[in-house]
């Protein structure tokens, strides 16, 4: 019994041993480059919020019977709540002959997600050159952007020095909403 108590004696001072290298491992120093503060986000695009658009519905069939205006309406949210957001409105838009939004709205920051104020484009077919007066189908466009648009794209991303030297692209955004709009001629002609 004595010569198995010698043999337990060295294994268990073997054991212990290793598991003292093992542990170790985290003891190991590290290098001393900390980080100079916290890396900037990078842009989110913004979004529309479907379910409080106006009209919900997403094609107009008889516009110019029993109501003569109409208000399209967008609410929008942004994770990057100090990004300037702009809604720009297009009605019936020709790609073959560009041309800019027939209105743009800005939409001040909140210091929340959901912007307060709608992006609105309203149309009364009773008005001088309303887009929409002339009788049959018409597109009407929201697009929401937290960036300039040139010809309905963002301008070219923005290029963000990091501290390595490297330069990463941080991209602006735009995203859209439409409604389809049928002009009849009724009460408003």
């Given at each position: 019994m004595r010569q198995s108590?010698?043999?337990?004696?060295?294994?268990?001072?073997?054991?212990?041993?290793?598991?003292?290298?093992?542990?170790?491992?985290?003891?190991?120093?590290?290098?001393?480059?900390?980080?100079?503060?916290v890396p900037r986000f990078r842009n989110r695009p913004p979004r529309i919020v479907e379910e409080q658009v106006e009209p919900s519905e997403r094609i107009l069939r008889t516009f110019g019977v029993g109501s003569c205006t109409q208000d399209f309406g967008v609410v929008v949210e942004d994770l990057d709540v100090d990004d300037q957001i702009i809604v720009e409105w297009y009605v019936d838009y020709n790609p073959a002959a560009p041309k800019g939004p027939d209105l743009q709205v800005a939409l001040a920051a909140t210091g929340q997600p959901r912007r307060d104020s709608r992006g609105t484009l309203h149309v009364d077919l009773r008005t001088a050159n309303s887009p929409l007066a002339p009788p049959g189908i018409h597109l009407v466009e929201a697009l929401v952007t937290d960036r300039h648009l040139i010809n309905r794209q963002p301008a070219p991303p923005d290029e963000v020095l990091l501290p390595d030297g490297g330069v990463v692209k941080d991209p602006g955004?735009?995203?859209?909403?439409?409604?389809?709009?049928n002009t009849v001629a009724g009460d408003c002609q």
């Open positions: 108590r010698g043999i337990l004696q060295p294994l268990m001072a073997a054991l212990v041993l290793a598991a003292i290298a093992t542990g170790s491992g985290c003891l190991i120093p590290q290098d001393e480059a900390l980080l100079e503060g955004f735009v995203t859209s909403y439409a409604w389809v709009v």
